[in-house]
């Protein structure tokens, strides 16, 4: 690995850190100016819909969360074997799901009229729930790039994170009840940004693996 290529994977992964920890401040301070908007109780895709005063701001912000995720995800497959075929599955997962669910989910507002999905609603749930399945699938590959015998911690993490992520994503998507007193429904927001927190914890220890790889595997 020569020394510009192992700086634009160190580049990479601090974009990736300062990512992670940047959108929970973001969506946080956003938040705070959307009149009534719960972070427990509410999605962060109703932050991002038009009728959101901080709509354009968070849209965009999405979309550069989504570039950088694509970056990430290119230069995941340089600083591993770029030929091994999990490494290639890592790679397009990461960068899946900086198509999906940041790209996506920030060109197509989850916009609802007269109380119904529109086209918009439509398109920003599907790339958002196809970058959360790649995101949730991630761990299965990054246990056999990264083996147990390598790294036994982040063995581990990766099972815990893709048991957790099963976890928050069903509490988050499945409707149990339409009793909208029902606790799992009355926290959405809460599962949803618990399952985000379970992503970035992740991708901060992959990109921290990556900062400091020497040699590809």
Partial sequence: MNTKQSNWIKIAALFCIIVCIADFIVLFVLGNYYPGYSHLRNTMSSLGASVSPVSAILSTWWIGIGIVF??????????????????????????????????????????????????????????????????????????????????????????????????????FTIRFSSDETNLIIHFKGLWQRLFLLNLYVYFTAISIIMYHKKSIV
């Fill in 70 to 171: 694509v970056f990430f995800g290119f230069q995941f497959r340089k600083a591993f074997d770029s030929n091994a075929k999990n490494v290639k599955i890592a790679s397009g997962l990461i960068m899946l799901y900086g198509l999906g669910e940041g790209i996506g989910s920030g060109i197509f507002k989850a916009d609802r009229i007269a109380g119904k999905m529109t086209s918009s609603f439509v398109m920003h749930d599907l790339a958002g729930g196809i970058g959360l399945i790649a995101a949730l699938l991630l761990p299965l590959f990054m246990n056999k790039v990264i083996s147990k015998k390598e790294n036994p911690f982040f063995y581990r993490l990766s099972w815990i994170v893709f048991v957790f992520g099963i976890i928050t994503m069903l509490l």
